[in-house]
């Protein structure tokens, strides 16, 4: 039974669902909580932090989704990089120290295809042991070149598990079909991921609900993809073309108590933590239960180089225009804004104060290519 499936009829009660539940009570005891998480943390990961950067391929997009920069009828500044360009962006990267790359692309098949995407992996597999994927959901066998070509995870965010929220805020493309994206792990590990993300963003429907479906989908991947690592992500909101608004509060308060339930309930797990928070926030989560974050993030294409601009139009209700003479200079459209500006370094230097080590690589071939 697929994750789709089970959801149609509800959550399992599985032990740890129910201490999940608990855990996220508005009265549970929070610095209790904190201090098992960050007991649980140490003791299955250590005092370490993988680090990763999104590199942007494409901004374009054929869906309608009220909250994200990147929707069609958006009238934003878009391009695609080349191959070539996508080497340049990662050997930047490279250069300040990442070895694991999100590779992230709007749903575009007539610029985003498989064959396009595989020939990015295989460019900058030689030198990016951990190349991994966050583009639109795919069927199994459209995969396979994928893994082949030496992608290692790929990552889908459900946006929101209510389904009358999902509807209402997905208003045109592929991306309306729930189901389809709720199974795509399923898919993605019958294909030869062995790194799986999911997550919710939260602001689009009340967090608690959120936070119960998306653990149930982690217990389900637990119980069926049991040979892949998974990790989970909890974005907020945050400003993008659209101009969208939050519609469901999710304090630092929230955040932190949904951090430290999926700690508990999920020992193993491993939990994200994007520039998407301001620094102060993310430094006291480090220590918290985080194991994995990213740094000096750009959420446009070419943004860590330039590239891309060769190639920059403007759409206008998802049709190109040429750009304004006053917009020649400009770089494309970011996604989201980042609330953390610090560098690679930088960010790599606050977490070794505050007792923790950087990793930016944890793997390495040893049986041979």
């Given at each position: 039974?697929?994750?789709?499936?089970?959801?149609?009829?509800?959550?399992?009660?599985?032990a740890?669902?129910?201490?999940?539940?608990a855990?996220?009570?508005?009265?549970?005891?929070?610095?209790?909580?904190?201090?098992?998480?960050?007991?649980?943390?140490?003791?299955?990961?250590?005092k370490?932090?993988?680090l990763?950067?999104?590199?942007?391929?494409?901004?374009?997009?054929?869906?309608?989704?009220?909250?994200?920069?990147?929707?069609?009828?958006?009238?934003?500044?878009?391009t695609?990089?080349?191959?070539?360009?996508?080497?340049?962006?990662?050997?930047?990267l490279?250069?300040?120290?990442f070895?694991?790359?999100?590779?992230?692309?709007?749903?575009?098949?007539k610029?985003?295809?498989?064959?396009?995407?595989a020939?990015?992996v295989?460019?900058?597999?030689?030198?990016?042991?951990s190349?991994?994927?966050?583009?639109a959901?795919?069927?199994?066998?459209?995969?396979?070149?994928?893994?082949?070509?030496?992608?290692?995870?790929?990552?889908?965010?459900?946006?929101?598990?209510?389904?009358e929220?999902?509807a209402?805020?997905?208003?045109?493309?592929?991306?309306?079909?729930?189901d389809?994206?709720?199974?795509?792990?399923e898919r993605?590990?019958?294909?030869?991921?062995r790194?799986?993300?999911?997550?919710?963003?939260f602001?689009?429907?009340?967090?608690?609900t959120?936070a119960?479906?998306?653990?149930?989908?982690?217990?389900h991947l637990?119980?069926?993809?049991?040979?892949?690592?998974?990790?989970i992500s909890?974005?907020?909101?945050?400003p993008?073309?659209g101009?969208?608004a939050?519609?469901?509060?999710?304090?630092?308060?929230?955040?932190?108590?949904l951090?430290?339930?999926?700690?508990i309930?999920?020992?193993?797990v491993g939990?994200?933590l994007?520039?998407?928070?301001?620094?102060?926030?993310?430094d006291?989560?480090?220590?918290?239960?985080?194991?994995?974050?990213?740094?000096?993030?750009?959420?446009?294409?070419?943004?860590?180089?330039?590239a891309g601009?060769?190639?920059?139009?403007?759409?206008?209700?998802g049709?190109?225009?040429?750009?304004?003479?006053?917009?020649?200079?400009a770089?494309?459209?970011?996604?989201?804004?980042?609330?953390?500006?610090r560098?690679?370094?930088?960010?790599?230097?606050?977490?070794?104060?505050?007792?923790?080590?950087?990793?930016?690589?944890?793997?390495?071939?040893?049986?041979?290519?």
């Open positions: 039974m697929t994750f789709s499936e089970s959801f149609r009829a509800g959550p399992p009660p599985a740890a669902l129910r201490r999940f539940a855990l996220l009570e508005p009265d549970a005891d929070l610095e209790a909580a904190a201090r098992e998480a960050q007991l649980l943390t140490r003791r299955h990961f250590g370490t932090m993988r990763f950067a999104p590199l942007y391929l494409s901004n374009e997009c054929i869906n309608i989704c009220k909250y994200c920069g990147f929707s069609r009828d958006n009238p934003i500044l878009r695609t990089l080349t191959v070539d360009q996508v080497e340049t962006e990662a050997r930047h490279a250069a300040e120290g070895r694991n790359l999100l590779l992230v692309a709007g749903e575009h098949p610029f985003v295809s498989e064959g396009y995407m020939e990015c295989a460019r900058i597999r030689p030198f990016v042991p190349v991994s994927l966050e583009v959901p795919m069927e199994t066998e459209a995969y396979l070149p994928l893994t082949a070509a030496g992608a290692e995870g790929l990552v889908v965010y459900q946006e929101s598990y209510d389904r929220a999902y209402e805020l997905h208003t045109a493309g592929p991306k309306r079909d729930f389809w994206r709720l199974d795509t792990p993605a590990y019958a294909a030869g991921f790194r799986l993300g999911i997550g919710a963003l602001g689009l429907a009340p967090w608690r959120e119960m479906a998306l653990a149930a989908h982690a217990a637990l119980k069926h993809c049991w040979k892949a690592s998974l990790t909890l974005p907020r909101l945050k993008a073309a101009d969208f939050p519609r469901h509060p999710f304090t630092d308060r929230d955040f932190v108590q951090l430290c339930a999926l700690r309930a999920f020992p193993q939990l994200v994007s520039t998407r928070e301001r620094p102060a926030f993310r006291a989560l480090a220590n918290l239960g985080v194991t994995m974050m990213s740094a000096g993030s750009h959420t446009e294409p070419g943004g860590y180089t330039g601009r060769d190639t920059l139009h403007r759409t206008e209700k049709r190109a225009v040429s750009l304004a003479e006053s917009e020649k200079e770089t494309a459209t970011e996604q989201f804004s980042v609330s953390d500006e560098s690679p370094a930088q960010v790599a230097a606050r977490l070794r104060e505050l007792g923790l080590e950087p990793v930016w690589k944890d793997w390495e071939v040893c049986l041979g290519a």
